[in-house]
């Protein structure tokens, strides 16, 4: 019984950086489906831009409001809490940098100037209001929600990207 073989594809006769678009036959792109995001259009690609819009504009405002609240009186009252709140307005300014950074590796170039015009548009509306009594716990809100949304758009579905 004869075995059948299948062909190879022929090989690309130029290498194409990763970072390339190329347009599918169906309109979609190659990139956005080696990411696993679908279609160009597709709702799973939608859905994470949705996500990385609202991180970035969570983490600006979490590190905003920290910087700003330096007087004693826009402080927790508690020392754990401080600590808490220092670390997280840290981490939220890095991972917002972070994400700005990965955001031009791994998102349109556009995407990532949107988030960052949003982000210092959301901090401009924070200075018109003024400082409030409850900007630690906002802030703190801010930071949890945006280093969440922050995590799962780097780890969660799709977090294989490099792969293949």
């Given at each position: 019984m004869p075995v059948a073989?299948?062909?190879?594809?022929?090989?690309?006769?130029?290498?194409?950086?990763?970072?390339?678009k190329r347009?599918?036959?169906?309109?979609?792109?190659?990139?956005?489906?080696?990411?696993?995001?679908?279609?160009?259009?597709?709702?799973?690609?939608?859905?994470f831009m949705e996500i990385y819009?609202?991180?970035l504009m969570l983490l600006s405002g979490s590190a905003?409001?920290?910087?700003?609240?330096?007087?004693?009186?826009?402080?927790?009252?508690?020392?754990g809490a401080d600590l808490f709140w220092r670390l997280l307005g840290k981490l939220a300014f890095f991972l917002w940098i972070g994400m700005l950074i990965w955001g031009v590796y791994m998102r349109p170039l556009h995407h990532v100037a949107l988030g960052f015009g949003l982000s210092l548009?959301?901090?401009v509306f924070l200075i018109i209001r003024g400082p409030k009594p409850f900007w630690p716990a906002l802030s703190m809100?801010?930071?949890v929600l945006g280093v969440g949304l922050s995590v799962y758009l780097i780890l969660g579905p799709g977090a294989e990207l490099?792969?293949?």
């Amino acid at each position: 019984m004869p075995v059948a073989v299948q062909a190879r594809a022929p090989a690309t006769a130029a290498f194409t950086a990763p970072w390339v678009k190329r347009a599918t036959p169906d309109g979609g792109c190659r990139m956005a489906e080696r990411r696993g995001l679908g279609k160009r259009h597709g709702t799973r690609y939608r859905h994470f831009m949705e996500i990385y819009l609202p991180a970035l504009m969570l983490l600006s405002g979490s590190a905003f409001i920290h910087s700003r609240s330096n007087v004693p009186e826009l402080r927790p009252s508690s020392e754990g809490a401080d600590l808490f709140w220092r670390l997280l307005g840290k981490l939220a300014f890095f991972l917002w940098i972070g994400m700005l950074i990965w955001g031009v590796y791994m998102r349109p170039l556009h995407h990532v100037a949107l988030g960052f015009g949003l982000s210092l548009l959301f901090n401009v509306f924070l200075i018109i209001r003024g400082p409030k009594p409850f900007w630690p716990a906002l802030s703190m809100l801010m930071g949890v929600l945006g280093v969440g949304l922050s995590v799962y758009l780097i780890l969660g579905p799709g977090a294989e990207l490099g792969a293949g």
